[in-house]
């Protein structure tokens, strides 16, 4: 089987070094397994995408020299497929139409002290399939939600192992908002399926995603891919990394002629080892070394101290040439 794997920014901002990192690692295991790397750019924040981003994070790639084989694509082109889904998912009985106002569930559930999602289940086991079909056809507006089934969600992650989560923790997330606009959980689903991905890598600030995406992976009968989540990135203080602790566009280390060997080399060893010790190492050996039973499962500090001597021995080494 070929490895596919994908980077999947929001353009809503610079190219972070977390983000970096994200690229990284999933480019680093699609060299080393020769599979395919893809850029998928999920653009359907229409109020906070800019241009200007995709630029930039295009650009910051480029310079990392981490290469893409295939898109960018662009979420947004996929609309209507995302639609289809939630709806090939409604009419399987796996999803169900929630006409009520969101603002009135909101109430509703702040005063019964439940989820939102809760509040809609209960209108939509009121109202009925016949009653909802009916105010369909009468074009009456409704989200879509996804039906959670009973029981848990177990996968097993590549970074942190057989992981367990309790379905009845888990909402009814809407799929399909009453304007027709997809959400994340079920866009990316449906993305990464049509894209053939095969690994997940990415932040840990998405395992709370995961058993949803994993659920409807399951209802939609389409292959899971292996998830892998991969811990933050600190400051040295412990806390996590911002603007205070120095730059975070990886745009400001180009401007600072860090050398775009040595950024890979320090954003690969943030929270990776070669599993030997040592630091100093070019593209093709963290290629040839890179295993994802190495990435670690505690958080990784951003040393920019680390970051400037591995300049300097990247440097050196440049002017041996
Ligand atoms: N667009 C998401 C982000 O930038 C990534 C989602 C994903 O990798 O599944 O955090």
């Known amino acids: 089987m070929t490895v596919r794997v994908r980077f999947a920014p929001s353009p809503t901002g610079y190219l972070h070094v977390g983000g970096a990192r994200t690229a990284l690692f999933n480019w680093l295991l699609a060299r080393k397994e020769r599979g395919v790397f893809v850029l998928s750019s999920e653009d359907t924040d229409q109020q906070r995408n800019r241009e200007e981003h995709t630029e930039a994070i295009l650009h910051g790639l480029t310079w990392l020299g981490v290469d893409w084989d295939e898109g960018p694509h662009f ?11 939630a709806l090939l998912l409604l009419a399987e009985g ?5 006409f009520a106002d969101p603002e009135r569930v909101k109430a509703e559930a702040e005063a019964r002290g439940v989820h939102p999602s809760r509040v809609a289940r209960e209108r939509a086991e009121a109202l009925g399939p016949e009653e909802a079909e009916r105010r369909a056809a009468a074009r009456e507006p409704f989200a879509v939600r996804f039906l959670v089934p009973e029981g848990d969600t177990r996968f097993t992650d590549m970074v942190h192992g057989e992981m367990r989560f309790a379905n009845e923790d888990i909402d009814d997330l809407v799929i399909l908002r009453s304007d027709g606009t997809p959400v994340y959980n079920l866009a990316v689903v449906s993305d990464d399926h ?3 991905i095969t690994h997940v890598i990415r932040g840990d600030d998405h395992l709370s995603n995961t058993p ?12 899971e891919p292996v998830f892998g989540h991969v811990p933050l990135i600190l400051g040295g203080d412990g806390k996590r ?23 890979v080399n320090f954003l690969a060893l943030l929270g990776w080892n070669p599993g030997d010790e040592r630091e100093v190492m070019s593209r093709s050996e963290l290629v040839e070394a890179f295993t994802s039973a190495r990435i670690l499962k505690k958080s990784s500090v951003f040393d920019l101290e680390k970051l400037s001597w591995l300049n300097g021995r990247h440097l050196a080494a440049a002017e041996l040439l």
Do not use: C, F, N
């Open 241 to 263: 990394l911002s603007k205070r602790h120095g730059a975070t566009a990886v745009g400001d280390y180009e401007a600072q002629g860090i050398l775009p060997e040595a950024m």
């Open 212 to 223: 949803k995406q994993a659920l409807l992976y399951r209802a939609l009968g389409y292959p």
């Open 194 to 196: 049509v894209m053939g």
């Open 94 to 98: 796996k999803a169900y139409r929630d």
């Open 75 to 85: 979420q947004s082109e996929g609309v209507a497929r995302h639609a289809a889904d």
